[in-house]
């Protein structure tokens, strides 16, 4: 089974930018669609950006303008670059590879805390 890898997590300042990769042991291929969610506790995990094979891209209304996902299928990897981060960014952010047939893969999550 591809395995999902996520990294660039960290602390920056307000209106600062990171980016997030999630590399997988395989071919993202087999994912029609790939995607970042987070999550802080006692809340319910949501979905951030998501990107189809063909690269079609999807956005929450809470990052639009400031968040971009893109995915480079050669290197199996797909990227999330956050600019303009703000205080409420703060989460753990997850890796999501959807597959036909197959359950949902996930990476382990990488912090990312937005504080000055």
């Known amino acids: 089974q591809v395995q999902l890898v996520e990294s660039g997590g960290g602390l920056v300042q307000p209106g600062g930018s990171l980016r997030l990769s999630c590399a997988a042991s395989?071919?993202?291929?087999?994912?029609?669609?790939m995607a970042w969610y987070r999550q802080v506790p006692g809340k319910q995990r949501e979905l951030v950006a998501s990107?189809?094979?063909?690269?079609?891209?999807k956005y929450a209304d809470s990052v639009k303008g400031r968040f971009i996902i893109s995915r480079d299928n050669a290197k199996n990897t797909v990227y999330l670059q956050m600019n303009s981060l703000k205080p409420e960014d703060t989460a753990v952010y997850y890796c999501?590879?959807?597959?036909?047939?197959?359950?949902?893969?996930w990476g382990q999550g990488t912090q990312v805390t937005v504080s000055s």
């Open positions: 999501n590879g959807k597959s036909r047939g197959s359950p949902d893969r």
């Open positions: 395989g071919s993202i291929r087999i994912f029609y669609v």
């Open positions: 990107i189809t094979s063909g690269g079609s891209a």
